[in-house]
Protein backbone atom coordinates (compact mmCIF):
# COMPACT_ATOMS: atom_id res chain seq x y z
CA UNK A 1 0.00 0.00 0.00
CA UNK A 2 3.33 2.65 1.28
CA UNK A 3 4.34 1.88 -2.44
CA UNK A 4 1.18 2.17 -4.44
CA UNK A 5 0.24 5.19 -2.23
CA UNK A 6 3.51 7.04 -2.44
CA UNK A 7 2.49 7.52 -6.25
CA UNK A 8 -1.12 8.40 -5.07
CA UNK A 9 -0.85 10.99 -3.49
CA UNK A 10 -2.90 13.49 -5.92
CA UNK A 11 -6.02 10.99 -6.98
CA UNK A 12 -8.84 14.19 -8.12
CA UNK A 13 -10.41 12.24 -10.80
CA UNK A 14 -13.76 14.67 -11.23
CA UNK A 15 -11.36 16.68 -13.02
CA UNK A 16 -11.64 15.24 -16.28
CA UNK A 17 -14.16 13.05 -15.82
CA UNK A 18 -17.37 12.70 -17.43
CA UNK A 19 -19.53 11.03 -15.51
CA UNK A 20 -22.77 9.01 -17.05
CA UNK A 21 -23.94 7.58 -14.22
CA UNK A 22 -25.69 4.13 -13.96
CA UNK A 23 -26.48 4.03 -10.97
CA UNK A 24 -26.97 7.34 -8.76
CA UNK A 25 -25.97 7.53 -5.23
CA UNK A 26 -28.73 7.21 -2.75
CA UNK A 27 -28.99 10.49 -0.54
CA UNK A 28 -29.42 7.90 2.57
CA UNK A 29 -26.83 8.35 5.08
CA UNK A 30 -24.58 5.10 6.67
CA UNK A 31 -25.88 3.34 9.68
CA UNK A 32 -23.03 5.10 10.98
CA UNK A 33 -23.10 5.30 14.87
CA UNK A 34 -20.29 4.03 17.35
CA UNK A 35 -21.36 0.35 18.82
CA UNK A 36 -20.25 0.56 22.37
CA UNK A 37 -17.69 -2.21 22.95
CA UNK A 38 -18.47 -5.01 24.58
CA UNK A 39 -14.56 -5.39 25.83
CA UNK A 40 -13.52 -5.26 29.32
CA UNK A 41 -9.29 -5.02 28.69
CA UNK A 42 -9.55 -3.39 25.18
CA UNK A 43 -6.45 -4.17 22.77
CA UNK A 44 -4.23 -1.60 21.67
CA UNK A 45 -4.06 -2.10 18.08
CA UNK A 46 -1.54 -0.96 16.04
CA UNK A 47 -0.59 -1.24 12.20
CA UNK A 48 1.93 -0.39 9.97
CA UNK A 49 0.45 0.18 6.26
CA UNK A 50 0.40 -3.10 4.05
CA UNK A 51 3.68 -2.67 2.39
CA UNK A 52 3.28 -3.19 -2.00
CA UNK A 53 5.40 -5.92 -2.91
CA UNK A 54 6.31 -4.80 -6.24
CA UNK A 55 9.91 -4.17 -4.83
CA UNK A 56 12.10 -5.82 -2.24
CA UNK A 57 11.29 -3.63 1.09
CA UNK A 58 13.01 -0.78 1.58
CA UNK A 59 14.54 1.76 4.66
CA UNK A 60 11.04 3.78 4.67
CA UNK A 61 9.02 0.50 5.03
CA UNK A 62 11.69 -0.87 7.30
CA UNK A 63 11.50 2.91 9.69
CA UNK A 64 7.88 2.69 9.46
CA UNK A 65 8.06 -1.20 10.96
CA UNK A 66 10.79 -0.35 13.84
CA UNK A 67 8.71 2.75 14.98
CA UNK A 68 5.29 0.38 15.39
CA UNK A 69 7.00 -2.31 16.62
CA UNK A 70 8.70 -0.15 19.36
CA UNK A 71 5.33 1.80 20.28
CA UNK A 72 3.71 -1.93 20.63
CA UNK A 73 6.86 -3.32 22.76
CA UNK A 74 5.86 0.03 24.90
CA UNK A 75 2.56 -0.58 25.22
CA UNK A 76 3.01 -4.35 26.24
CA UNK A 77 5.00 -2.79 28.95
CA UNK A 78 2.65 -1.06 30.37
CA UNK A 79 -0.44 -2.97 29.94
CA UNK A 80 -0.59 -5.32 32.68
CA UNK A 81 -1.85 -8.94 33.20
CA UNK A 82 0.49 -11.59 30.44
CA UNK A 83 0.38 -8.83 27.88
CA UNK A 84 3.88 -9.17 27.29
CA UNK A 85 4.57 -12.70 27.37
CA UNK A 86 1.23 -12.71 24.90
CA UNK A 87 3.41 -11.09 21.87
CA UNK A 88 6.06 -13.10 20.55
CA UNK A 89 6.99 -14.81 16.87
CA UNK A 90 4.62 -15.41 14.15
CA UNK A 91 4.04 -19.37 13.66
CA UNK A 92 5.18 -19.79 10.59
CA UNK A 93 8.85 -17.69 11.66
CA UNK A 94 8.73 -19.91 14.78
CA UNK A 95 8.37 -23.13 12.18
CA UNK A 96 10.98 -22.30 10.15
CA UNK A 97 13.76 -21.88 12.56
CA UNK A 98 12.38 -25.32 14.24
CA UNK A 99 13.24 -27.18 10.88
CA UNK A 100 16.78 -25.39 11.05
CA UNK A 101 16.83 -23.55 8.24
CA UNK A 102 18.30 -20.57 10.13
CA UNK A 103 19.61 -19.94 12.95
CA UNK A 104 18.25 -16.53 14.66
CA UNK A 105 20.56 -14.67 17.53
CA UNK A 106 17.31 -14.37 19.50
CA UNK A 107 14.43 -16.57 20.11
CA UNK A 108 11.08 -15.76 21.64
CA UNK A 109 10.32 -18.37 23.94
CA UNK A 110 7.57 -20.60 22.81
CA UNK A 111 5.26 -20.36 25.01
CA UNK A 112 4.09 -16.55 24.03
CA UNK A 113 2.46 -19.08 21.35
CA UNK A 114 0.30 -20.51 24.22
CA UNK A 115 0.08 -17.53 26.29
CA UNK A 116 -1.34 -15.16 23.73
CA UNK A 117 -4.74 -17.54 23.73
CA UNK A 118 -4.88 -16.61 27.24
CA UNK A 119 -4.88 -12.38 26.40
CA UNK A 120 -4.12 -9.96 23.91
CA UNK A 121 -3.83 -6.63 24.55
CA UNK A 122 -1.46 -5.53 22.22
CA UNK A 123 -2.16 -6.30 18.61
CA UNK A 124 0.31 -5.17 16.57
CA UNK A 125 -0.17 -5.93 12.40
CA UNK A 126 1.70 -5.51 9.40
CA UNK A 127 2.03 -7.46 5.69
CA UNK A 128 1.42 -6.64 2.32
CA UNK A 129 -0.31 -4.97 -0.36
CA UNK A 130 -0.03 -7.82 -3.05
CA UNK A 131 -2.60 -7.48 -5.91
CA UNK A 132 -2.80 -4.73 -9.03
CA UNK A 133 -1.32 -4.33 -12.52
CA UNK A 134 2.35 -3.68 -11.31
CA UNK A 135 2.53 -6.81 -9.36
CA UNK A 136 1.45 -8.67 -12.75
CA UNK A 137 4.16 -6.64 -14.40
CA UNK A 138 6.43 -7.18 -11.84
CA UNK A 139 6.09 -10.85 -11.85
CA UNK A 140 5.95 -11.31 -15.34
CA UNK A 141 9.28 -9.54 -15.27
CA UNK A 142 10.49 -11.78 -13.35
CA UNK A 143 9.10 -15.12 -15.38
CA UNK A 144 7.06 -15.71 -12.38
CA UNK A 145 3.35 -15.37 -12.09
CA UNK A 146 1.74 -13.53 -9.67
CA UNK A 147 1.60 -15.69 -6.92
CA UNK A 148 4.92 -16.85 -6.75
CA UNK A 149 5.78 -13.20 -7.03
CA UNK A 150 3.74 -12.08 -4.17
CA UNK A 151 5.30 -15.64 -1.94
CA UNK A 152 8.85 -14.00 -2.56
CA UNK A 153 8.80 -10.39 -1.85
CA UNK A 154 6.04 -10.90 1.41
CA UNK A 155 8.58 -13.94 2.52
CA UNK A 156 11.59 -11.39 2.35
CA UNK A 157 9.28 -8.84 4.39
CA UNK A 158 9.02 -11.77 7.11
CA UNK A 159 12.59 -12.64 6.76
CA UNK A 160 13.54 -8.86 7.64
CA UNK A 161 11.26 -8.27 10.36
CA UNK A 162 12.79 -11.07 12.16
CA UNK A 163 16.26 -9.81 11.12
CA UNK A 164 15.31 -6.68 13.06
CA UNK A 165 13.51 -7.76 15.80
CA UNK A 166 10.32 -6.98 14.92
CA UNK A 167 7.80 -9.03 17.24
CA UNK A 168 4.27 -8.29 14.68
CA UNK A 169 1.59 -10.25 16.01
CA UNK A 170 -0.10 -10.83 12.17
CA UNK A 171 0.75 -10.65 9.19
CA UNK A 172 -1.73 -9.69 6.62
CA UNK A 173 -1.38 -10.55 3.09
CA UNK A 174 -3.97 -9.39 0.54
CA UNK A 175 -4.05 -12.73 -1.24
CA UNK A 176 -5.24 -14.51 1.39
CA UNK A 177 -8.64 -16.02 0.56
CA UNK A 178 -10.45 -15.16 4.23
CA UNK A 179 -9.38 -11.22 3.67
CA UNK A 180 -10.70 -11.66 -0.01
CA UNK A 181 -14.37 -12.38 1.83
CA UNK A 182 -13.96 -9.79 4.26
CA UNK A 183 -13.26 -7.25 1.10
CA UNK A 184 -15.98 -9.18 -0.57
CA UNK A 185 -18.56 -8.55 2.74
CA UNK A 186 -17.31 -4.93 3.46
CA UNK A 187 -17.92 -3.94 -0.28
CA UNK A 188 -21.76 -5.19 0.04
CA UNK A 189 -22.07 -3.26 3.06
CA UNK A 190 -21.19 -0.41 1.04
CA UNK A 191 -23.11 -1.21 -2.13
CA UNK A 192 -26.17 -1.91 0.15
CA UNK A 193 -25.75 1.55 1.42
CA UNK A 194 -26.15 2.83 -1.82
CA UNK A 195 -22.79 4.29 -1.60
CA UNK A 196 -20.90 3.04 -4.88
CA UNK A 197 -22.14 3.95 -8.36
CA UNK A 198 -20.73 2.92 -11.81
CA UNK A 199 -20.12 5.88 -14.11
CA UNK A 200 -17.66 6.43 -17.31
CA UNK A 201 -14.48 7.53 -17.03
CA UNK A 202 -11.48 9.07 -18.99
CA UNK A 203 -8.99 10.34 -18.14
CA UNK A 204 -4.73 10.44 -18.15
CA UNK A 205 -3.24 7.42 -16.61
CA UNK A 206 0.73 6.53 -15.14
CA UNK A 207 0.39 2.71 -15.22
CA UNK A 208 3.14 3.12 -12.84
CA UNK A 209 1.01 4.95 -10.32
CA UNK A 210 -2.02 3.30 -11.57
CA UNK A 211 -3.75 5.61 -11.34
CA UNK A 212 -5.59 7.95 -13.39
CA UNK A 213 -4.13 11.97 -13.41
CA UNK A 214 -5.32 15.55 -12.68
CA UNK A 215 -4.13 17.08 -16.01
CA UNK A 216 -2.92 20.30 -13.46
CA UNK A 217 -0.75 17.62 -11.82
CA UNK A 218 1.18 16.88 -14.65
CA UNK A 219 4.23 17.98 -16.64
CA UNK A 220 4.86 18.40 -19.66
CA UNK A 221 3.27 16.04 -22.55
CA UNK A 222 1.33 14.59 -19.55
CA UNK A 223 4.27 13.21 -18.13
CA UNK A 224 4.20 12.03 -14.73
CA UNK A 225 5.63 14.35 -11.98
CA UNK A 226 6.46 11.08 -9.95
CA UNK A 227 7.64 8.54 -13.00
CA UNK A 228 8.48 11.26 -15.85
CA UNK A 229 6.87 8.95 -18.34
CA UNK A 230 4.07 10.31 -20.42
CA UNK A 231 0.53 9.13 -18.96
CA UNK A 232 -2.04 7.45 -22.07
CA UNK A 233 -5.39 8.18 -22.60
CA UNK A 234 -7.36 5.49 -20.94
CA UNK A 235 -11.31 5.10 -20.76
CA UNK A 236 -13.29 2.92 -18.71
CA UNK A 237 -15.99 2.32 -16.98
CA UNK A 238 -15.42 1.80 -12.92
CA UNK A 239 -16.89 1.98 -9.84
CA UNK A 240 -17.35 4.96 -7.88
CA UNK A 241 -16.94 5.81 -3.81
CA UNK A 242 -19.26 8.37 -2.83
CA UNK A 243 -16.89 9.99 -0.37
CA UNK A 244 -18.67 13.67 -0.87
CA UNK A 245 -21.26 12.35 0.90
CA UNK A 246 -19.10 11.81 3.86
CA UNK A 247 -17.98 15.47 3.97
CA UNK A 248 -19.80 17.18 6.73
CA UNK A 249 -19.56 13.48 8.83
CA UNK A 250 -15.82 13.65 8.55
CA UNK A 251 -15.92 17.62 9.83
CA UNK A 252 -17.70 16.67 12.56
CA UNK A 253 -15.76 13.49 13.20
CA UNK A 254 -12.04 15.56 13.30
CA UNK A 255 -14.02 18.29 15.19
CA UNK A 256 -14.93 16.10 17.98
CA UNK A 257 -11.65 14.11 17.91
CA UNK A 258 -8.98 16.42 18.50
CA UNK A 259 -6.14 13.02 18.76
CA UNK A 260 -7.70 11.48 15.52
CA UNK A 261 -4.50 13.00 13.18
CA UNK A 262 -1.19 13.20 14.78
CA UNK A 263 1.46 15.30 14.88
CA UNK A 264 -1.51 18.35 14.80
CA UNK A 265 0.36 19.99 12.09
CA UNK A 266 -0.72 16.75 9.68
CA UNK A 267 -4.42 17.22 11.19
CA UNK A 268 -4.13 20.74 9.76
CA UNK A 269 -3.64 19.12 6.06
CA UNK A 270 -6.24 17.02 6.72
CA UNK A 271 -8.75 19.38 7.49
CA UNK A 272 -7.86 21.64 4.12
CA UNK A 273 -8.35 18.83 1.89
CA UNK A 274 -11.68 18.11 3.45
CA UNK A 275 -12.64 21.94 3.43
CA UNK A 276 -11.83 22.55 -0.53
CA UNK A 277 -14.36 19.62 -1.03
CA UNK A 278 -14.30 15.72 -1.44
CA UNK A 279 -14.55 14.45 -4.46
CA UNK A 280 -15.89 10.72 -5.34
CA UNK A 281 -13.16 8.45 -5.94
CA UNK A 282 -13.00 5.25 -8.11
CA UNK A 283 -12.79 2.02 -6.39
CA UNK A 284 -12.40 -0.63 -9.40
CA UNK A 285 -10.33 -1.35 -12.43
CA UNK A 286 -11.98 -2.93 -15.49
CA UNK A 287 -8.48 -3.40 -17.44
CA UNK A 288 -6.76 -5.20 -14.09
CA UNK A 289 -7.02 -8.96 -13.78
CA UNK A 290 -4.96 -9.59 -10.61
CA UNK A 291 -7.30 -8.61 -8.18
CA UNK A 292 -10.36 -9.07 -5.67
CA UNK A 293 -13.38 -9.18 -8.17
CA UNK A 294 -15.80 -6.96 -7.47
CA UNK A 295 -18.97 -8.68 -6.39
CA UNK A 296 -21.52 -7.55 -8.69
CA UNK A 297 -19.65 -7.75 -11.50
CA UNK A 298 -16.62 -9.87 -12.17
CA UNK A 299 -15.28 -7.97 -15.03
CA UNK A 300 -13.90 -5.46 -12.76
CA UNK A 301 -11.48 -6.33 -10.12
CA UNK A 302 -11.48 -3.88 -6.79
CA UNK A 303 -8.43 -0.58 -6.90
CA UNK A 304 -5.89 -0.54 -3.92
CA UNK A 305 -8.37 1.32 -0.75
CA UNK A 306 -11.19 -1.32 -1.02
CA UNK A 307 -8.77 -4.09 -1.06
CA UNK A 308 -5.49 -3.33 1.42
CA UNK A 309 -6.88 -0.91 3.89
CA UNK A 310 -9.44 -3.98 4.92
CA UNK A 311 -6.28 -5.53 5.67
CA UNK A 312 -6.29 -3.86 9.29
CA UNK A 313 -9.19 -5.51 9.73
CA UNK A 314 -9.16 -8.63 8.31
CA UNK A 315 -5.73 -9.34 10.17
CA UNK A 316 -7.76 -9.30 13.29
CA UNK A 317 -9.57 -12.73 12.45
CA UNK A 318 -9.07 -15.64 14.77
CA UNK A 319 -7.51 -17.85 12.91
CA UNK A 320 -9.93 -20.76 13.00
CA UNK A 321 -12.73 -18.23 13.30
CA UNK A 322 -15.38 -18.05 10.37
CA UNK A 323 -14.50 -14.96 8.41
CA UNK A 324 -16.90 -12.29 8.74
CA UNK A 325 -16.21 -8.83 9.10
CA UNK A 326 -18.35 -9.33 12.32
CA UNK A 327 -15.86 -11.41 13.94
CA UNK A 328 -13.20 -9.49 12.37
CA UNK A 329 -14.23 -6.06 14.37
CA UNK A 330 -15.02 -8.08 17.47
CA UNK A 331 -11.44 -9.03 17.74
CA UNK A 332 -9.99 -5.83 18.35
CA UNK A 333 -11.20 -3.11 16.06
CA UNK A 334 -11.44 -0.10 15.88
CA UNK A 335 -7.33 -0.04 15.90
CA UNK A 336 -5.73 2.60 18.52
CA UNK A 337 -3.54 3.75 16.02
CA UNK A 338 -2.20 3.41 12.34
CA UNK A 339 1.19 4.19 11.50
CA UNK A 340 2.27 5.64 8.31
CA UNK A 341 4.03 7.73 5.84
CA UNK A 342 2.37 11.36 5.57
CA UNK A 343 2.46 10.30 1.83
CA UNK A 344 -0.61 7.95 2.63
CA UNK A 345 -2.37 10.57 5.25
CA UNK A 346 -5.09 11.37 2.73
CA UNK A 347 -6.29 8.03 2.27
CA UNK A 348 -6.10 6.98 6.25
CA UNK A 349 -7.08 10.22 7.21
CA UNK A 350 -10.15 10.78 5.15
CA UNK A 351 -10.69 8.21 2.61
CA UNK A 352 -10.66 5.15 5.03
CA UNK A 353 -12.29 6.71 7.87
CA UNK A 354 -15.84 7.69 5.17
CA UNK A 355 -15.65 4.19 3.88
CA UNK A 356 -16.14 2.71 7.29
CA UNK A 357 -18.83 4.80 8.68
CA UNK A 358 -20.43 3.62 5.14
CA UNK A 359 -20.02 0.47 6.62
CA UNK A 360 -21.48 0.95 10.17
CA UNK A 361 -17.86 0.48 11.74
CA UNK A 362 -16.18 2.98 14.26
CA UNK A 363 -13.17 4.73 12.04
CA UNK A 364 -9.75 4.27 14.27
CA UNK A 365 -8.68 6.27 16.86
CA UNK A 366 -5.36 7.66 15.19
CA UNK A 367 -3.55 7.89 12.47
CA UNK A 368 -0.06 9.05 12.71
CA UNK A 369 1.62 10.39 9.81
CA UNK A 370 5.66 10.08 9.96
CA UNK A 371 8.37 12.09 7.94
CA UNK A 372 10.32 10.85 5.07
CA UNK A 373 14.34 9.68 5.19
CA UNK A 374 17.13 11.42 3.50
CA UNK A 375 20.46 10.15 3.61
CA UNK A 376 23.54 12.46 2.91
CA UNK A 377 20.50 15.40 2.80
CA UNK A 378 19.54 14.08 -0.31
CA UNK A 379 16.26 11.84 -1.32
CA UNK A 380 16.69 8.79 -1.31
CA UNK A 381 15.57 7.17 -4.87
CA UNK A 382 17.24 4.33 -7.88
CA UNK A 383 17.78 7.31 -10.08
CA UNK A 384 20.26 8.68 -7.73
CA UNK A 385 21.76 5.44 -6.96
CA UNK A 386 21.68 6.07 -3.01
CA UNK A 387 19.09 4.03 -1.89
CA UNK A 388 19.79 2.19 1.60
CA UNK A 389 19.37 -0.93 2.23
CA UNK A 390 17.53 -2.05 5.42
CA UNK A 391 19.01 -5.67 4.79
CA UNK A 392 22.54 -4.32 4.02
CA UNK A 393 22.70 -2.31 7.41
CA UNK A 394 21.35 -5.35 9.93
CA UNK A 395 23.89 -7.00 8.15
CA UNK A 396 26.59 -5.23 8.69
CA UNK A 397 25.78 -3.81 12.24
CA UNK A 398 22.95 -5.51 13.68
CA UNK A 399 19.05 -4.79 15.00
CA UNK A 400 20.43 -2.73 17.90
CA UNK A 401 21.88 0.16 15.95
CA UNK A 402 19.75 0.27 13.49
CA UNK A 403 16.53 0.64 15.50
CA UNK A 404 18.44 2.68 17.93
CA UNK A 405 19.57 5.49 15.24
CA UNK A 406 16.18 5.94 13.76
CA UNK A 407 14.05 6.10 16.25
CA UNK A 408 17.05 8.04 18.27
CA UNK A 409 17.90 10.62 15.18
CA UNK A 410 14.66 11.08 13.35
CA UNK A 411 12.33 13.09 15.66
CA UNK A 412 8.83 10.76 15.11
CA UNK A 413 6.90 12.55 13.07
CA UNK A 414 9.36 14.79 11.05
CA UNK A 415 12.00 13.97 8.25
CA UNK A 416 14.97 12.93 9.05
CA UNK A 417 18.78 11.83 7.39
CA UNK A 418 20.43 9.15 7.50
CA UNK A 419 24.61 9.04 6.94
CA UNK A 420 26.63 6.88 7.77
CA UNK A 421 29.20 8.93 9.85
CA UNK A 422 26.17 9.67 12.14
CA UNK A 423 24.91 6.58 12.15
CA UNK A 424 28.59 5.04 13.67
CA UNK A 425 29.07 7.99 15.77
CA UNK A 426 25.81 7.99 17.39
CA UNK A 427 26.04 3.99 18.13
CA UNK A 428 29.38 4.10 19.48
CA UNK A 429 28.81 7.31 21.89
CA UNK A 430 25.63 5.77 23.28
CA UNK A 431 25.56 2.14 23.34
CA UNK A 432 28.84 1.20 23.38
CA UNK A 433 30.01 3.94 25.67
CA UNK A 434 27.42 5.68 28.29
CA UNK A 435 25.28 2.16 28.33
CA UNK A 436 27.65 -0.41 27.19
CA UNK A 437 30.95 0.56 28.70
CA UNK A 438 29.48 2.01 32.10
CA UNK A 439 28.08 -1.76 32.57
CA UNK A 440 31.28 -3.11 31.73
CA UNK A 441 33.63 -1.29 33.93
CA UNK A 442 30.90 -1.36 37.05
CA UNK A 443 31.30 -5.61 36.72
CA UNK A 444 35.12 -5.34 35.98
CA UNK A 445 35.22 -3.54 39.61
CA UNK A 446 32.47 -5.29 40.81
CA UNK A 447 33.88 -9.37 40.17
CA UNK A 448 37.55 -7.42 41.00
CA UNK A 449 35.92 -6.57 44.60
CA UNK A 450 33.36 -8.35 45.23
CA UNK A 451 33.16 -11.41 43.91
CA UNK A 452 30.87 -10.38 41.39
CA UNK A 453 27.88 -10.18 44.08
CA UNK A 454 25.89 -7.39 45.29
CA UNK A 455 26.62 -6.53 48.83
CA UNK A 456 23.55 -4.44 49.35
CA UNK A 457 19.81 -4.09 48.08
CA UNK A 458 19.74 -1.35 45.96
CA UNK A 459 16.84 -0.24 48.07
CA UNK A 460 19.12 -0.12 50.87
CA UNK A 461 22.87 1.15 48.86
CA UNK A 462 20.04 4.28 47.93
CA UNK A 463 19.20 5.49 51.57
CA UNK A 464 20.01 8.90 51.49
CA UNK A 465 21.21 9.37 47.60
CA UNK A 466 20.12 11.42 45.30
CA UNK A 467 21.51 8.88 42.81
CA UNK A 468 17.91 7.12 43.47
CA UNK A 469 15.36 10.14 42.82
CA UNK A 470 17.28 11.22 39.39
CA UNK A 471 16.72 8.09 37.94
CA UNK A 472 13.19 8.03 38.80
CA UNK A 473 12.80 11.30 37.04
CA UNK A 474 14.51 10.14 34.12
CA UNK A 475 12.48 7.34 34.01
CA UNK A 476 8.93 8.91 34.43
CA UNK A 477 9.92 11.14 31.43
CA UNK A 478 10.46 8.49 29.39
CA UNK A 479 7.67 6.86 30.29
CA UNK A 480 5.75 9.92 28.92
CA UNK A 481 7.29 10.53 25.99
CA UNK A 482 6.57 6.79 25.06
CA UNK A 483 2.98 7.55 25.27
CA UNK A 484 3.44 10.20 23.35
CA UNK A 485 4.94 8.41 20.66
CA UNK A 486 8.05 11.00 21.18
CA UNK A 487 10.18 8.31 20.48
CA UNK A 488 13.46 10.09 20.23
CA UNK A 489 12.68 11.69 23.43
CA UNK A 490 12.15 8.82 25.29
CA UNK A 491 15.32 7.63 24.00
CA UNK A 492 17.36 10.60 25.46
CA UNK A 493 15.50 10.64 28.49
CA UNK A 494 16.72 6.78 29.16
CA UNK A 495 20.05 7.92 27.80
CA UNK A 496 20.25 10.57 30.63
CA UNK A 497 20.18 7.88 32.85
CA UNK A 498 23.50 6.45 31.70
CA UNK A 499 24.92 9.85 31.77
CA UNK A 500 24.19 10.23 35.32
CA UNK A 501 25.35 7.03 35.98
CA UNK A 502 28.66 7.64 34.47
CA UNK A 503 29.20 10.79 35.98
CA UNK A 504 28.32 9.41 39.02
CA UNK A 505 31.05 6.52 39.15
CA UNK A 506 33.49 8.89 37.88
CA UNK A 507 32.86 11.84 40.78
CA UNK A 508 33.07 8.76 43.19
CA UNK A 509 35.89 6.84 42.10
CA UNK A 510 34.95 3.87 43.74
CA UNK A 511 38.42 1.81 42.55
CA UNK A 512 40.14 4.10 44.97
CA UNK A 513 37.20 3.75 47.74
CA UNK A 514 37.73 0.28 47.78
CA UNK A 515 41.51 0.42 48.18
CA UNK A 516 41.08 2.29 51.25
CA UNK A 517 39.44 -0.41 52.79
CA UNK A 518 36.64 -0.28 56.08
CA UNK A 519 33.54 2.12 55.48
CA UNK A 520 35.28 3.64 52.33
CA UNK A 521 35.53 0.08 51.18
CA UNK A 522 31.26 -0.03 52.09
CA UNK A 523 30.72 3.03 50.27
CA UNK A 524 32.15 1.95 47.06
CA UNK A 525 30.57 -1.46 46.76
CA UNK A 526 27.01 0.49 47.48
CA UNK A 527 27.75 2.58 45.17
CA UNK A 528 28.26 -0.33 42.55
CA UNK A 529 25.05 -1.49 43.43
CA UNK A 530 23.48 1.72 42.50
CA UNK A 531 25.01 2.13 39.17
CA UNK A 532 23.91 -1.56 38.00
CA UNK A 533 20.40 -1.00 39.58
CA UNK A 534 20.70 2.04 37.33
CA UNK A 535 21.79 -0.08 34.39
CA UNK A 536 18.69 -2.47 34.91
CA UNK A 537 16.22 0.02 34.62
CA UNK A 538 17.63 1.52 31.52
CA UNK A 539 17.49 -1.94 30.35
CA UNK A 540 13.53 -2.71 30.43
CA UNK A 541 13.02 1.15 29.59
CA UNK A 542 15.28 0.94 26.55
CA UNK A 543 13.75 -2.33 25.59
CA UNK A 544 11.11 -1.06 23.50
CA UNK A 545 13.81 0.77 21.20
CA UNK A 546 16.85 -1.99 21.69
CA UNK A 547 15.38 -5.41 22.78
CA UNK A 548 18.29 -7.54 21.75
CA UNK A 549 20.99 -5.02 23.46
CA UNK A 550 18.60 -4.68 26.68
CA UNK A 551 18.19 -8.50 27.02
CA UNK A 552 22.35 -8.72 26.97
CA UNK A 553 22.56 -6.07 30.14
CA UNK A 554 19.55 -8.13 31.92
CA UNK A 555 21.25 -11.41 31.40
CA UNK A 556 24.51 -9.60 32.81
CA UNK A 557 22.60 -8.76 35.58
CA UNK A 558 21.88 -12.09 36.63
CA UNK A 559 18.51 -12.79 35.06
CA UNK A 560 16.96 -14.94 33.04
CA UNK A 561 15.31 -15.27 29.80
CA UNK A 562 12.10 -15.68 31.34
CA UNK A 563 12.96 -12.88 33.60
CA UNK A 564 13.51 -10.50 31.07
CA UNK A 565 10.49 -11.21 28.57
CA UNK A 566 7.93 -11.00 31.63
CA UNK A 567 8.81 -7.67 32.88
CA UNK A 568 6.38 -4.68 32.54
CA UNK A 569 6.82 -1.06 33.10
CA UNK A 570 6.41 -1.58 36.62
CA UNK A 571 10.08 -3.18 36.78
CA UNK A 572 11.85 0.35 36.34
CA UNK A 573 10.93 0.87 39.78
CA UNK A 574 13.87 1.15 42.07
CA UNK A 575 14.69 -1.83 44.14
CA UNK A 576 14.66 -4.91 41.31
CA UNK A 577 18.97 -5.91 42.39
CA UNK A 578 18.84 -7.76 46.22
CA UNK A 579 21.79 -8.35 47.84
CA UNK A 580 23.66 -11.63 47.52
CA UNK A 581 22.42 -11.64 43.40
CA UNK A 582 25.87 -12.99 41.81
CA UNK A 583 26.32 -10.68 38.14
CA UNK A 584 27.58 -12.24 35.36
CA UNK A 585 31.07 -12.63 34.01
CA UNK A 586 31.35 -8.82 32.30
CA UNK A 587 31.30 -9.21 28.54
CA UNK A 588 30.74 -6.19 25.89
CA UNK A 589 26.92 -5.89 25.31
CA UNK A 590 27.72 -3.57 22.45
CA UNK A 591 30.46 -3.65 20.07
CA UNK A 592 31.99 -0.32 19.02
CA UNK A 593 31.96 0.25 15.36
CA UNK A 594 34.88 1.48 14.29
CA UNK A 595 36.21 2.98 10.55
CA UNK A 596 39.23 1.75 9.63
CA UNK A 597 41.77 3.61 7.48
CA UNK A 598 41.84 0.92 4.58
CA UNK A 599 39.42 -1.75 4.56
CA UNK A 600 36.15 0.10 5.28
CA UNK A 601 34.38 -0.05 8.47
CA UNK A 602 35.27 -2.85 11.30
CA UNK A 603 33.91 -3.92 14.95
CA UNK A 604 35.81 -3.67 17.63
CA UNK A 605 34.68 -5.82 20.42
CA UNK A 606 34.88 -4.93 24.25
CA UNK A 607 36.89 -1.60 22.94
CA UNK A 608 40.65 -2.76 23.07
CA UNK A 609 41.02 -6.45 21.74
CA UNK A 610 39.25 -8.40 19.24
CA UNK A 611 38.98 -6.18 16.23
CA UNK A 612 36.63 -8.05 13.33
CA UNK A 613 35.48 -7.24 9.81
CA UNK A 614 31.88 -5.73 10.69
CA UNK A 615 30.72 -7.22 7.39
CA UNK A 616 30.18 -10.39 8.99
CA UNK A 617 28.03 -9.78 11.98
CA UNK A 618 28.53 -6.87 14.20
CA UNK A 619 26.26 -8.48 16.88
CA UNK A 620 28.63 -11.49 16.58
CA UNK A 621 29.09 -11.53 20.13
CA UNK A 622 26.33 -13.19 20.10
CA UNK A 623 23.80 -13.16 23.78
CA UNK A 624 25.20 -14.62 26.34
CA UNK A 625 23.68 -17.38 28.11
CA UNK A 626 21.41 -16.31 31.47
CA UNK A 627 22.61 -16.80 34.39
ZN1 LIG B 1 3.33 7.92 -12.10
Known amino acids: MAGRALLSSHNSLSAIATFSSVCRPTNRLAPYHFRRLRRLAEPFVLTTPLYYVNAPPHMGSAYTTIA ?68 ATAAEANGRNPKEHCDAVSEAY ?8 VAYDKFIRTTD ?77 LMNNSNFVKPTFRLNEVQGWIKSGLKDFSISRSSVEWGIPVPNDEKQTIYVWFDALLGYVSALLDEDAHPSLEKAVDAGWPASLHLIGKDILRFHAVYWPAMLMSAGINPPKMVFGHGFLTKDGLKMGKTLGNTLEPKDLVDRFGSDAVRYFFLREVEFGNDGDFSEDRFININNAHLANTIGNLLNRTLGLLKKNCQSTLAFDSDSAAEGNMFKDTVEKLVKKAKDYYENLSLSSACDSVLEIGNTG ?58 SKDQFEATTWADTKWGGLKVGSVMAEPKPVFARIETEKEGGVVAKTGGVQQTSKVQGKNRGQGLPQAA
Open 502 to 559: NLYIDERAPWSLFKQGGSSYETAAKDLVLILEALRIIAVALSPVAPSLCFRIYSQLGF
Open 68 to 135: ADAIARFQALVRPINSKAARGRPPEVEKRKTRGERETKESFSPIVLHQRLLGKNVIFITGTDEHGEKI
Open 158 to 165: KMLWKELD
Open 177 to 253: PRHEGIVEEFYSRVFSNGDIYRADYEGLYCINCEEYKDEKELLENNCCPMHLKPCALRKEDNYFFALSKYQKLLEEH
